[in-house]
Nanobody
Framework: QLQLVESGGGLVQPGGSLRLSCAAS????????IGWFRQAPGKEREGVSC????????NYTDSVKGRFTVSRDNAKNTVYLQMNGLEPEDTAVYYC??????????????WGQGTRVTVSS
């Protein structure tokens, strides 16, 4: 069992930055791939980024490449999503999710409760 808690969301102006955190508690959290997903109002949930347990595999959806950076600190059981150059289209509830092994999938095993990001002037 893993429990995931996101934090760091908020209101930011276009072009601004936020850093989201996903704190994991439970056994063997460092054996899980962690994905960041988001769901904008009226839209389907989409995958944003995924990081493997050893940080050897990292990927991003095209719309955030060059702006978002995912990282993890296994000693702290925390995964971060640094978001720079935020755009109104990034407005969404952001979720972190975990799946045992190296890869993220649309159907992850454990999910956090989400943190809201609003990009607006």
């Amino acid at each position: 069992q893993l429990q995931l808690v996101e934090s760091g969301g908020g209101l930011v102006q276009p072009g601004g930055s936020l850093r989201l955190s996903c704190a994991a508690s439970g056994n063997n959290a460092d054996y899980y791939a962690i994905g960041w997903f988001r769901q904008a109002p009226g839209k389907e949930r989409e995958g944003v980024s995924c990081i493997s347990p050893g940080s050897t595999r990292i990927n991003y959806t095209d719309s955030v490449k060059g702006r978002f950076t995912v990282s993890r600190d296994n000693a702290k059981n925390t995964v971060y999503l640094q978001m720079n150059g935020l755009e109104p289209e990034d407005t969404a509830v952001y979720y972190c999710a975990a799946r045992f092994g190296a890869y993220c999938r649309a159907e992850m095993t454990y999910w956090g409760q989400g943190t809201r990001v609003t990009v607006s002037s």
